[in-house]
């Protein structure tokens, strides 16, 4: 048994608090990607939508609803992924194991860059008379 003397206390709870903040780093994380989940869906329902405001009503639904479908589904897999990913922290943490990882930052890029160049490419290939709302009368 360990005796107890100030400095092996004092070294606990040092250690005690470094792990409630990374937990708490961990959690604002978390939420960070819930809010980038829940504006991507919304940005999502934005795209879809925006064809009801344009004077006269397209004749067919065109592509956007497929941009702004790809939109809302990015953003419920990453609600899924960073759900995932903080209990895996989580125990990382708990277990003394963690190493900071680069996968997720990447796969995250490259997924925003994808749908960055889909929003790119819709704006400039709608014709002109569909872009009524863009441009002052």
């Known amino acids: 048994m360990e005796p107890c003397s100030l400095s092996n206390i004092q070294t606990k709870v040092r250690e005690n608090t470094s792990r409630v903040r990374e937990h708490l780093a961990n959690e ?62 989580r125990r990382a943490i708990n277990e003394d194991i963690y190493e900071p990882g680069d996968r997720w930052v990447i796969l995250f890029s490259l997924t925003v860059t994808l749908l960055g160049t889909g929003v790119i490419y819709f704006v400039f290939t709608a014709s002109l008379n569909q872009m009524n709302l863009f441009l002052p009368e």
């Open 28 to 89: 604002r994380t978390y939420l960070a990607w819930m809010r980038t989940a829940i504006a991507l869906m919304g940005f999502g329902v934005v795209i879809v939508r925006l064809r009801y405001f344009q004077s006269p009503q397209p004749p067919s639904p065109g592509n956007g609803w497929k941009l702004g479908l790809v939109f809302s589904c990015v953003g419920l897999v990453t609600v899924l992924l960073s759900t995932w990913h903080y209990f895996a922290i």
